[in-house]
């Protein structure tokens, strides 16, 4: 992944981390590219855009996988969802209920770091409620900052909900059900044929408004480096 300078009008495009072939295009043609968010009914957050060549086109839905701890070996039931943004926040906030009253929270932040890499920051035993206040007041930041991504666990279920950069959702746990109960409440349905943003090449956005915002979150929250 490099970055790419943009001079384009749009201020969430000021640094842009892109996962794409520039070649495949001019850079007139990659700004117009940069500036579609909406393929059919799906509106894409201001963090993500698929590639120029679209070899995945954004869409809605969910499907079921299983993950492998890299540690333990074993394999772990995986939720991954796609949602137009006029619904994704509300949706990831009901998708921590079933976590309990109590959680463990992980930022994760690609700010000023080697492209690919990042960085953890750790929050234990937090009131469920006080975080959802908290995520709220920065809804724009976890919605469209390309650099940032949000875990809230609960280790003694054991039961995560992940809102990563490229703004999916994952849910891991055994029982995925409660997880499925609050998917369909929001009118997403399981599709095996469903493919995300991320198998394919991809851009990132972010901006400096942004990565002060995230030293913000992490000041409210309390977090620690790992």
Same mark, same amino acid.
């Given at each position: 992944m490099d970055f790419l300078k943009s001079n384009?009008?749009?201020?969430?495009?000021?640094?842009?981390?892109?996962?794409?072939?520039?070649?495949?295009?001019?850079?007139?043609?990659l700004e117009e590219h940069l500036e579609i968010a909406r393929y059919g009914s799906f509106l894409l957050t201001d963090a993500i855009r698929p590639a120029f060549d679209l070899k995945v086109i954004p869409g809605a839905g969910w499907r079921q996988e299983n993950y492998q701890d890299p540690e333990t070996q !074993?394999?772990?039931?995986?939720?991954?969802?796609?949602?137009?943004?006029?619904?994704?926040?509300?949706?990831? !906030?009901?998708?921590?209920?079933?976590?309990?009253?109590?959680?463990?929270?992980?930022?994760?932040?690609?700010?000023?770091?080697?492209?690919?890499?990042?960085?953890?920051?750790y929050r234990e035993s937090m009131d469920l409620p006080i975080l959802k206040s908290l995520l709220f007041d920065y809804e724009d930041?976890?919605?469209?900052?390309?650099?940032?991504?949000?875990?809230?666990?609960?280790?003694?279920v054991p039961m995560e909900v992940q809102f990563d950069e490229h703004k999916l959702l994952m849910m891991y746990g055994h029982d995925l059900e409660p997880f499925i109960e609050v998917l369909e409440s929001h009118n997403l349905y399981q599709s095996d044929t469903?493919?995300?943003?991320?198998?394919?090449?991809? !851009?990132?956005?972010?901006?400096?408004?942004?990565?002060?915002?995230?030293?913000?979150?992490?000041?409210?929250?309390?977090?620690?480096?790992?």
């Open positions: 384009t009008a749009n201020s969430v495009r000021e640094n842009v981390g892109v996962n794409a072939d520039k070649n495949t295009a001019t850079s007139t043609q !074993i394999d772990v039931p995986v939720i991954m969802a796609a949602q137009t943004k006029e619904r994704l926040f509300d949706l990831f !906030i009901d998708l921590l209920s079933p976590l309990g009253d109590e959680v463990d929270v992980v930022l994760e932040t690609s700010h000023d770091n080697e492209l690919g890499k990042h960085i953890d920051l930041l976890i919605l469209n900052d390309g650099c940032t991504g949000i875990a809230v666990l609960n280790a003694e469903l493919r995300f943003i991320t198998e394919a090449e991809h !851009i990132h956005s972010s901006n400096e408004h942004h990565a002060g915002k995230f030293t913000d979150l992490s000041y409210e929250l309390g977090v620690e480096f790992n």
